[in-house]
């Protein structure tokens, strides 16, 4: 007989622990506590909220609310964000057998936990998944975020078994064995933990779908912008080839090749358009790649560890200095082999890698270090 049976609501460790990553949602973290305690009478259950230092109090908000209620847990993750790494560390600070994680507007119904549990307790499932897309799921959602989703859920096939329906879904449960077996693996970037999860399990996971209808947000604003899809493409990516190149290094050279597009149109504008000197034009286009290129890695490859203010512009002189380095490195070697009769291309590809990985290196662990 499972011990948790026979175990009174609130003497022990609870059954069930729901992971809840927040972002500014002060106003739906009561009402969320409110409809959970409903939703999960007789049971013992917890609620674990991870908040990324919100800026309207959130965290505050919870700590109230877990004074006059044990079962509410907080924690505050400061200079971090990201929805799945918040979730990883939630599930990670409870001692549960059974892991939720939903979110905190109130869209995910938790009316259907309960289902969900049973099917775990009694069945031999890993996980159970809360579904907008089999039948009697549905979504309150305006057509436009409903294709984006339908293309996302597309994409998903190279990684996730195809009789999943919703493997965008953010409401699910596991068995906190089948996570632990799993955690080590994950990618942890973005806005997708549970096809994370499918993506990088080491065996095929036995799941269930439960339908539910997601609600539309009342209180709040979406934290979806188009950040989210840069980081589900370096999801799929790091699913896809991360075991043979780290994936931000991926996105800085993405970032890196466009910065080398800019420069030979920032070139040619100043040289015909304006019609400066040839060192002057190179000059100000290198400076404009390499400004844009700063932005962009700040925006996208570090978007956790994002620089503002005061340290975006220390950022960005740092960031020049290294670059500046890097092409030394890159002429420097580049040289070297073209003396040693190497095609004239060949050292120059070396170049070019030797700096990507130096530039790479040098502003991973100066410009952008992790705190
Ligand atoms: N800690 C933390 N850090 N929480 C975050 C962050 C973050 O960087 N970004 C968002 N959240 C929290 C929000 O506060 C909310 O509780 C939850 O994560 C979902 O964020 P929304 O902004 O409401 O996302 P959505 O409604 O567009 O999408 C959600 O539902 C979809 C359908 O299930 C997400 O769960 C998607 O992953 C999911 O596909
Ligand atoms: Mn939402």
């Not at 106003?27 to 409903?38: F, G, P, S, T, Y």
């Not at 560390?89 to 994680?101: D, I, K, T, W, Y």
Request: one cysteine or more; charged letters at 20%.
């Amino acid at each position: 007989m499972d011990p948790h049976d026979v175990r009174p609501a609130r003497s022990g460790g609870a059954l069930l622990s729901i992971v809840v990553p927040t972002f500014n949602e002060s106003d739906n973290v009561a009402e969320l506590l409110r409809l959970l305690d409903a939703a999960l009478a007789g049971l013992a259950w917890e609620v674990i909220f991870v908040d990324d230092d919100s800026t309207d109090g959130t965290a505050d908000k919870i700590r109230g609310l877990a004074l006059l209620d044990g079962r509410v847990r907080c924690i505050q993750r400061i200079g971090r964000r990201g929805l799945a790494s918040a979730c990883i560390e939630g599930m990670l600070a409870s001692s549960a057998p059974f892991l939720a994680v939903m979110d905190a507007d109130l869209q995910h119904d938790e009316r259907i936990l309960p289902a969900m549990l049973a099917e775990l307790r009694n069945g031999d499932l890993d996980i159970v998944v809360g579904s907008r897309y089999v039948s009697g799921g549905a979504a309150d959602w305006p057509e436009s975020r409903a294709s984006m989703s339908r293309l996302a859920t597309r994409l998903s096939r190279m990684v996730v078994p195809a009789d999943l329906a919703d493997p965008m879904s953010g409401f699910f449960m596991i068995r906190r064995a089948v996570f632990m077996g799993i955690v080590r693996k994950l990618s942890a970037i973005g806005f997708k933990i549970l096809l994370d999860l499918f993506a990088s399990s080491p065996r095929r996971l036995s799941f269930r779908e439960i339908p539910y209808r997601f609600r539309e947000r009342r209180i709040g604003d979406s934290k979806l912008d188009s950040n989210v899809m840069w980081d589900y493409a370096l999801l799929l990516l790091d699913k896809l080839v991360g075991r043979y190149v780290p994936v931000r290094f991926l996105s800085f050279s993405i970032i890196g090749g466009l910065g080398v597009l800019i420069h030979l149109l920032a070139l040619a504008a100043a040289l015909q358009v304006a019609g400066l000197a040839f060192n002057w034009a190179q000059g100000i286009a290198t400076l404009l790649a390499m400004t844009v290129n700063f932005l962009l890695n700040n925006q996208l490859t570090y978007r956790d560890r994002r620089l503002k203010g005061w340290r975006m512009l220390r950022g960005l002189l740092g960031f020049y200095a290294a670059c500046g380095l890097g092409a030394v490195a890159n002429v420097g070697v580049a040289s070297a082999i073209f003396e040693r009769h190497y095609q004239w291309w060949m050292a120059g590809v070396a170049g070019v890698l030797i700096s990507a990985v130096w530039n790479y290196a040098a502003t991973s662990n100066f410009v952008w270090r992790r705190k």
